[in-house]
């Protein structure tokens, strides 16, 4: 492959003008009633309808990104957050409507069924049939009130600062000294951190009681019993039920949590503690100091560049080209909302990577984690619709955490120190594993959730410790923590954002692993089923998907058993 970077260009428009830019509704309204409006008299025509539709909602897509990707990357930025805040309020309200007669002028056409018989084309009318299913116009208003609440998520999290040793820094910043052999200062820090989370308990409290509320009557307008059961349907859950997540949460109790508690009480008996507190769990047990991957942005981005190349030239050169347009910004910074994302930008078919990036291996971890996605991107830019390259949660996240362990094989590039690089691999096997019980844990906190969207305050409280005790492992004491135990879910932003978008997370996961399986059996082989699998975007259902890749999607405690087995004996090679 070329040195020289091909950095790609947005394709030309057939159907909106070059220079167009969404301004105001009245602006792209016209566009939309050429596509209500037109007359589709053939096979051929209907396809090219979709292409414009398709064109048309590139446009909306890539607009509403960068107006995210600002106004997380500034929060304090008025006029960033005014047009964010505009979009929600004075142009997608009255685009969803719309979207709705488009759905149904194209479920009338006689040509459909025909079309409907193609690969893609079958996936993408299912969806559009769910989609004039669950549409309601009364609910419209309540999307926009919706919108408008959980932006106050990002603003309170983002807002949040400690001082520690008279330095100001974020609660990233600050979780970092956590790594500290100092057991002092760790417990210290660890209460300054709760003690800023805690002073706007009451406050997010307060916001997802208003979230649970609009949610319900969301889902009521829809003829649904609850929030959770129109979500499945509304995120397009055709391959799997709220039984089989109860049957994930099952074997994730029974058949990880275990493995947890002896990571936990290995680490008790190394660290030498009377007992395991919160603050003694991202130390090293064996009383190093914190691995320090990288000392700057610019640093992890070169370094995530190298380790990409040496997997696949492909893979770096996807990299390289997001560096030369400005779309990485990763390091956390007062100011900037919490967490990290890779957003798709549909038009240009290039991501933007966000994250809150210091110096840990967590970070490092994140950005390849991020760039799993942005490949995801890169490999299905070329799609014919922008509904195929829509991929379900579920593929996402396969594409992200396959990465991770993928990435594995090369990560000293970070990590030159052979002790070092063995820490780096046990550390992020062990968090893996203690990963899927939080996953658990934040998803069944959602299914009660909304099964009781008429919960007190203390109720949730009640109901919050009871799940989290069953996947917590038996060996942390918290005693004398009880109130920060009881807020732990208010740092999970996918409860105020994006709600029911985390189990995924521990079904790619399990996915991820399998990958990495038939990865370290031969190299070339995996990675050329990874990236078949991610090429076929949402073409084909999530079980095909992952059969592209020579896995299984499957929650069952044989085959979760299977895994973490494989998972153990890597863990006992390093």
């Not at 859950?237 to 099952?250: L, S």
């Not at 996947?471 to 709600?499: C, I, M, N, R």
Request: negative net charge; proline residues 4%; glycine residues 4%.
């Amino acid at each position: 492959m070329s040195n020289v970077l091909d950095v790609p260009k947005r394709p030309a428009r057939k159907f909106l003008p070059e220079d167009f830019t969404i301004t105001t509704w009245e602006a792209l309204k016209p566009f939309l009633d050429d596509l209500l409006n037109r007359s589709v008299p053939s096979l051929s025509e209907l396809r090219q309808w979709f292409h414009d539709r398709s064109e048309v909602e590139s446009v909306i897509s890539e607009d509403l990104a960068w107006r995210y990707i600002r106004m997380t990357c500034f929060t304090e930025n008025a006029e960033y957050n005014k047009r964010y805040e505009d979009f929600i309020q004075n142009i997608q309200p009255k685009i969803a409507p719309v979207s709705d007669q488009l759905n149904k002028k194209a479920m009338a056409s006689p040509f459909l069924t025909e079309l409907e018989k193609e690969v893609g084309f079958d996936i993408m009318i299912r969806s559009l049939k769910k989609e004039i299913e669950i549409f309601r116009e009364e609910n419209v208003p309540l999307f926009t009130e919706i919108s408008t609440e959980t932006q106050k998520y990002a603003q309170v999290s983002g807002a949040m600062m400690v001082a520690v040793d008279g330095k100001e820094m974020t609660l990233q910043q600050a979780a970092v000294l956590l790594l500290s052999t100092d057991r002092e200062k760790r417990e210290a820090v660890y209460h300054q951190i709760a003690k800023r989370r805690l002073a706007d308990k009451e406050l997010l409290d307060t916001l997802f009681s208003t979230l649970i509320q609009l949610r319900h009557q969301v889902a009521t307008n829809a003829g649904f019993k609850n929030f959770r059961d129109y979500m499945f349907k509304a995120l397009g859950r055709f391959d799997y039920t709220p039984q089989d997540c109860f049957d994930f949460h099952e074997a994730i109790q029974y058949e990880v949590v275990p493995l947890v508690n002896g990571i936990s009480q290995e680490r008790k008996t190394k660290l030498g503690v009377e007992a395991l507190r919160p603050w003694d769990k991202a130390v090293d047990a064996e009383g190093k100091s914190p691995l320090k991957p990288f000392a700057s942005g610019e640093e992890l981005t070169a370094k995530t560049i190298e380790v990409f190349n040496r997997i696949d030239p492909f893979l770096g050169q996807c990299l390289s080209i997001m560096q030369t347009m400005g779309h990485l910004d990763l390091e956390s910074r007062k100011g900037k909302a919490p967490g990290g994302y890779n957003y798709p930008l549909s038009e240009i078919g290039v991501p933007f990577i966000f994250m809150n990036a210091t110096s840990t291996l967590r970070d490092m971890v994140t950005i390849m984690h991020e760039g799993g996605h942005a490949i995801h991107n890169f490999l299905t830019r070329d799609l014919e619709l922008n509904d195929f390259k829509s991929t379900p949660s579920e593929v996402a996240e396969l594409a992200s955490m396959s990465m991770e362990l993928i990435s594995m094989d090369h990560w000293d590039v970070f990590f030159t120190d052979a002790d070092e690089l063995k820490r780096a691999k046990r550390e992020h096997l062990e968090d893996i594993m203690e990963t899927l019980p939080w996953v658990a844990t934040i998803d069944k906190f959602q299914h009660w959730i909304y099964e009781n969207p008429a919960q007190t305050v203390e109720q949730r409280k009640a109901a919050w410790n009871t799940i989290f005790d069953q996947f917590t492992d038996t060996v942390t004491d918290w005693s004398g923590l009880q109130e920060a135990k009881d807020y732990l879910w208010q740092k999970q932003l996918h409860l105020f954002e994006v709600p029911f978008y985390y189990i995924e997370y521990g079904m790619a996961q399990l996915g991820a692993i399998a990958v990495w399986r038939n990865y370290r059996r031969d190299p070339a082989k995996g990675l050329q089923g990874y990236q078949s699998a991610l090429k076929l975007g949402y073409m084909r259902s999530i079980p095909e998907i992952y059969k592209a890749a020579d896995i299984k999607f499957d929650f069952s405690k044989s085959y979760i058993q299977e895994l973490m087995d494989f998972v153990g004996a890597e863990l006992k090679k390093i």
